[in-house]
C-alpha cells in the first residue's frame, strides 16, 4: 500500500512538471496547450485518489 501512495505521489509531481515545461522555441511547442491541460488532469486524478485512500484508511481503523 505505501509503494502505491508514494507511487501517487510521483505522478503528482510528473503532473506539476508537465503544467511548468517551457515547450516554446522546440519543435514540440504546438503541444504546450495539451501538456498543461494533461499536467492538470493528472494531478486532479492522482490527488482525488491520495484523498480517497486517505479516507478509507482513517475510516478503517
Given at each position: 500500500?505505501?509503494?502505491?501512495?508514494?507511487?501517487?505521489?510521483?505522478?503528482?509531481?510528473?503532473?506539476?512538471?508537465?503544467t511548468?515545461?517551457?515547450?516554446?522555441?522546440?519543435?514540440?511547442?504546438?503541444?504546450?496547450?495539451?501538456?498543461?491541460?494533461?499536467?492538470?488532469?493528472?494531478?486532479?486524478?492522482?490527488?482525488?485518489?491520495?484523498?480517497?485512500?486517505?479516507?478509507?484508511?482513517?475510516?478503517?481503523?
Amino acid at each position: 500500500m505505501d509503494r502505491m501512495i508514494f507511487m501517487f505521489l510521483a505522478a503528482i509531481l510528473a503532473g506539476f512538471a508537465l503544467t511548468e515545461v517551457t515547450l516554446a522555441g522546440t519543435f514540440l511547442a504546438s503541444l504546450a496547450p495539451f501538456a498543461t491541460v494533461l499536467g492538470a488532469l493528472t494531478i486532479l486524478v492522482f490527488s482525488l485518489a491520495l484523498i480517497y485512500h486517505g479516507v478509507k484508511t482513517l475510516f478503517n481503523k
